[in-house]
């Protein structure tokens, strides 16, 4: 278990309203990394953190912001959700001091709806 | 643009089987290609390959890289029902940020039935 949870788990909001997801991890790991996950598209990457308050886009990043301010914690902003955001989320980790770099871990996943 | 190609989409076997699922890829700077099964959660961690690790291996479940053919494949021997999942391929270049950018392909989906 890499220890990283995700919240909400399942949300349901309308076009046009704000949505924050939120990843917490228990591990140090330096990398923290947001997908979305769609059928036919396989998973894309949003955004990415490479250490507090450093962060750059992904493929998708249209839509989305993000924020670090702590090790722990990687938010995804949806700003004004649109319905083409549907999707499910899942928040990534690697870098754990000492161990690989390379190899990410997932967290359970929040499913989005935009109505 | 980095690319992974995934085959078969789909496959359907009997408990038993062997079966070999494929990946291909494009990237600028191969660093390694990461093989994860995902059920009906999240993606989970099977092996990595690199260059100076080409073959894995892990009970019923063996992979390899093939740098010169820019692919790989998973081999799983003696199928059972819990092995139907999504079988995800993954590969990164070496990031100028330093930290770790994965392009997924979109997978292969493996039913095993008894």
């Known amino acids: 278990d890499a220890g990283i949870t995700q919240s909400p788990r399942h949300k349901v909001t309308e076009t046009g309203t704000p949505v924050t997801l939120r990843c917490h991890q228990t591990e140090n790991h330096r990398y923290m990394y947001w997908y979305r996950q769609d059928p036919g598209h396989g998973l894309r990457l949003i955004h990415y953190s490479y250490g507090v308050k450093d962060t750059d886009k992904g493929e998708v990043s249209d839509g989305y912001s993000v924020s670090r301010s702590k090790t722990e914690d990687f938010l995804l902003t949806l700003e004004s959700a649109t319905s083409s955001q549907t999707s499910v989320y899942f928040c990534?980790?690697?870098?754990?001091?000492?161990?690989?770099?390379?190899?990410?871990?997932f967290g359970p996943g929040t499913r989005l709806t935009v109505l | 643009e980095d690319k992974v190609v995934q085959s078969p989409l789909s496959l359907v076997v009997h408990e038993g089987d062997t079966v070999t699922l494929n990946c291909s890829y494009e990237v600028t700077n191969f660093r390694s290609l990461l093989w994860y099964k995902q059920e009906k959660k999240a993606p989970t961690f099977l092996f990595m390959l690199?260059?100076?690790?080409i073959e894995k291996k892990s009970g019923r479940l063996s992979s390899i890289l093939d740098k010169k053919e820019l692919s790989s494949i998973l081999n799983i021997t003696a199928t059972q029902t819990g092995d139907s999942a999504i079988y995800l391929c993954?590969?990164?270049?070496?990031?100028?940020?330093?930290?770790?950018?994965?392009?997924f392909g979109k997978g292969t989906k493996l039913s095993v039935i008894p």
């Open positions: 993954a590969v990164g270049p070496y990031s100028g940020a330093g930290s770790y950018q994965l392009t």
């Open positions: 690199t260059s100076s690790g």
């Open positions: 990534a980790i690697s870098g754990l001091a000492g161990g690989s770099t390379d190899t990410q871990y």
